[in-house]
């Protein structure tokens, strides 16, 4: 998957924009405030040869905004990221006091390298963890979270069913989970709404997301991103 057109003007809040030795790299500063002083900023490496994995997707944005607004609820608490590529909302939640486990593809050795060092660029102690979805290794029976999130990990239509498979799986083995996930609602809800059904699962909050959005972080996003918590239907 490419970058589309109208998720150009995406990473960060524009300060910071550096070269690193490598040669595409660069680094996006991401500010979070508090009363409107900047609180913290995450800085993040991004690699504009990458397809995909490699960049702050808006989705990410939107995401760690929440994690950031609702700090209370994170702090203290496990969780998991899926599919987290540059992992923004992943290092807010840690930045808030969450136990974070940060997960990709286990076959996309460059991605997860790169999570590793956006950890140590950021201080900030994470466990780093190949976890494809739909795989069953041992990685999966070794997480325990209570929130797991997922920032544009609804964007292939192949990949729904294998990733549905694991937040259901996750969902099981951890009572009281919740996942909670930002995407683009391209072509509306229904697969995801069937999904949800043959998985056993329910949709508990569904948001605008530029509704969660300062309004500078606002004016640099563009489509139709959607928050949602989805838990198990008992
Ligand atoms: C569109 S990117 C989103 C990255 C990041 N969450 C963000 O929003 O900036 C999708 C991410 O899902 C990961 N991914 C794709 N297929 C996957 C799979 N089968 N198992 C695990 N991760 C996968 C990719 O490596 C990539 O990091």
């Known amino acids: ?21 490598e040669k595409m790299a660069t680094i996006s500063r991401h ?22 994995g490699l960049f702050v997707w808006p989705c990410s944005i939107v995401l760690a905004e929440y994690v950031w607004q609702r700090r209370l609820r994170f702090s203290g608490n496990s969780v998991v990221e899926l599919g987290a590529g540059t992992c923004l909302p992943g290092l807010v939640a840690a930045k808030v006091g969450s ?17 590793e060092k956006v950890c140590d660029l950021n201080k ?23 929130i797991i999130l997922g920032a544009d990990v609804l964007y292939d239509a192949r990949a729904f069913d294998d990733l549905f498979a694991t937040v259901a ?48 972080k606002a004016a640099r996003l563009s489509g139709n991103i959607q928050l949602a918590e989805i838990v198990l239907n008992h």
């Open 1 to 21: 998957m490419r970058r589309n057109d109208d998720d150009d003007d995406d990473s960060g809040d524009g300060e910071g924009e550096e070269l690193t030795d």
């Open 31 to 52: 500010s979070f405030f508090d009363s409107e002083k900047i609180a913290f900023s995450i800085s993040i490496i991004e690699n504009m040869k990458e397809d995909y």
């Open 99 to 115: 136990n974070v486990t940060l997960t990709d593809d286990a076959n996309r050795s460059e991605v997860l390298d790169n999570m």
């Open 124 to 146: 900030l102690k994470c466990k780093v963890l190949g976890l494809t979805w739909g795989v069953w290794d041992v990685a999966i029976f070794s997480l325990h979270p209570k």
């Open 169 to 216: 799986f996750l969902l099981q083995r951890n009572p009281g989970s919740v996942f909670i996930t930002t995407y683009h609602n391209r072509s509306g809800h229904h697969l995801i709404e069937f999904l949800m059904v043959k998985w056993g699962l329910k949709c508990v909050k569904l948001l605008d997301g530029f509704s969660l959005l300062p309004s500078d």
